[in-house]
């Protein structure tokens, strides 16, 4: 069976140097592009399980392997922790090259939801919690997932989360549900967002979440079922009852009530890694579109030479051209320590739109096979969509925008473009 997903494509094998960066960044760039084309893609339907999931897990393993040896090794940690040490500016170039494939993350130690547990407690966990959680996490003896998403609370609105954490002498004692909680049926351990205080009288609740580490074998924890995404029942987005769980006190991730501030830590980066992934899919997706019109014959001519394919053309590379350009932007100001939550938010509504718009274009370049698993046309379509609901829906992003953008205005300044 063809596959073009096997193919490589001219972009990703031609990235060249940014004068603008570093030798060093631009070396990690180099780097992991040669993976991505040379290992990844040409071997994508081996990863995808098609040859069976024993030579699927074969192949990771090598390629999990050849990455350590090149220093590539889960760079979102520090090197102290078993990762790459990568800064955020590196971080965000690596996504964008590896979202060319699917399956890149997962041979480079970036395996979601773990990835960004494991950031989550390099930075707050105790010592103890660094022995016991994370590193055997990092050595891939520990799976993870993170549970803060409910049912009965509006996901644009965290701090309206229900599930309650309430101290009984040394212990949490933890009542609530949850669902969306990825990779829940394998995880080893939870990283619950819990309700630890109740609200101040200004009717401040920021502070008064707590993230909890739960073990999923505690007594009360109970796997009710996989929600079906996009009529996938595989996912392992679980819904979780958590009834009368009790963990020891010393399970608490930071201080108590630093609950939100540690999910916005994670969140804020997650939305910009998401955009350059966002940008490296759309890349595939161009390289596959323009190939498709410049091989494909119809009406007695190639498609490249028909107007609508190549507006299609043309639109694309303006809308991926804006995307990474807004998204490394964003990337330069969190690098600077200047607050970037306006620009976040404006990304995070710009980009899943304009990958949607690129995505769409290519799968009607090619017709019904691009909404066919021979290609991760479909895939890329689907998490396009999907991201205009993850990490908030867009409709709250444009509230922030204009509400940043205003306050800024009535304190009597115009808009800082630096």
């Not at 940014?18 to 780097?31: A, K, M, Q, Y």
């Not at 071997?43 to 590539?72: C, P, V």
């Not at 773990?114 to 959680?133: C, F």
Request: glycine residues 8%.
């Amino acid at each position: 069976m063809e596959n073009v997903m096997t193919v490589p494509h001219q972009n990703i094998l031609s990235v060249n140097p940014i004068p603008s960066l570093s030798d060093e960044l631009n070396d990690v760039r180099l780097r992991t592009a040669k993976i991505v084309s040379d290992y990844v893609i040409p071997q994508e339907n081996i990863l995808a399980g098609y040859d069976g999931d024993e030579k699927k897990d074969s192949l990771y393993e090598e390629l999990r392997n050849h990455t350590r040896e090149q220093g590539l090794w889960k760079p979102h940690l520090p090197e102290e922790y078993g990762g790459m040490g990568a800064g955020f500016l590196t971080l965000a170039y690596m996504n964008e090259i590896m979202a060319w494939s699917p399956y890149s993350q997962s041979c480079f130690g970036i395996v979601p939801p773990s990835a960004g547990n494991e950031s989550v407690l390099a930075k707050y966990a105790s010592p103890a919690q660094i022995e016991k959680w994370l590193l055997p996490s990092v050595r891939g003896e520990m799976q993870s997932c993170f549970s803060m998403t409910e049912p009965d609370a509006p996901g644009s609105d965290p701090r309206s989360l229900q599930t309650t954490a309430t101290l009984d002498g040394d212990e949490w004692v933890i009542n609530g549900r949850k669902w969306f909680t990825s990779n829940a049926r394998n995880a080893d351990f939870a990283i619950v967002m819990c309700r630890t205080e109740t609200a101040d009288d200004d009717g401040n609740v920021n502070s008064k979440m707590t993230q909890i580490i739960v073990p999923t074998d505690s007594p009360g924890f109970e796997h009710v079922r996989d929600i079906p995404v996009w009529g996938h029942t595989g996912g392992s987005h679980g819904e979780i009852r958590y009834n009368n769980v009790r963990v020891p006190k010393e399970n608490a991730l930071g201080q108590r009530g630093t609950g939100h501030a540690a999910a916005q830590d994670r969140l804020g980066a997650g939305r910009v890694y998401h955009c350059m992934n966002c940008v490296g899919s759309m890349w595939r997706a161009f390289d596959l579109m323009v190939k498709r019109a410049t091989e494909r014959e119809v009406h007695g001519g190639k498609l490249e030479e028909k107007q609508f394919i190549q507006g299609f053309i043309a639109d694309s590379y303006m809308d991926i051209q804006a995307a990474r350009l807004m998204t490394i932007h964003t990337a330069e100001i969190i690098e600077s320590g200047r607050d970037p939550r306006t620009d976040i938010s404006a990304i995070k509504v710009f980009v899943p739109a304009a990958m949607h718009r690129v995505v769409d274009r290519a799968i009607q370049t090619f017709g019904g096979i691009g909404v066919s698993t021979e290609h991760p046309l479909a895939g890329f379509y689907l998490a396009a969509r999907t991201l205009r609901l993850a990490d908030g829906p867009d409709e709250v992003h444009k509230i922030l925008i204009a509400k940043n953008i205003l306050k800024h205005y009535h304190a009597g300044y115009s808009w800082d473009f630096g």
